[in-house]
């Protein structure tokens, strides 16, 4: 039985849904602000400018795209083993949240979703926790593939 800031067994490897959302999220508003500033400085800047600009729009979206495609697997990939690291709303409630950064359980199975500050909370004491593992010299390690705690 799991049990809050227990670590997840069974994490999958390479990045988590939770950072191809953040991916996703800014090359997308990333290639808004590169459209609107190309679009209204069309006249005005020289054409090879305007062509790596659109070069990189084009790079953006496909990064997007991608990214978008990614969080939608990978969300699927961390289900079918039993966790979520993104917001884990009505859908997801059988699912343990895991903080992406430690990889330790912040929401039990079964326990109504966090709230916003809640979730905040939640990871931030997941750090902390992590930390005192770290410093009281637990076997604590993430799994292959995860992003390391930050040296506190």
Known sequence: MSELFDVQPHLRAG????????VF???FCGTLVLGILVWSLFSILPRPIAAIGSMIGVG??????ISCCM???QSAREQKVGYTT???????RRY???DPATGLIIRLAGDDPLTGPQSRRARALAKQ???E???SGAPYHLPSGWIRPWKW
Do not use: G, P, Q
């Open 96 to 98: 343990n949240e895991v």
């Open 25 to 27: 999220l800014f090359s």
């Open 129 to 131: 926790h992590a930390r």
């Open 86 to 92: 993104i917001w884990a709303d009505e859908s997801r």
């Open 15 to 22: 990045l988590t849904a939770f950072v191809w959302s953040y």
């Open 71 to 73: 969080f939608f697997v």
């Open 60 to 65: 953006l979206i496909w990064l997007a795209a």
């Open 133 to 135: 593992l770290r410093k």
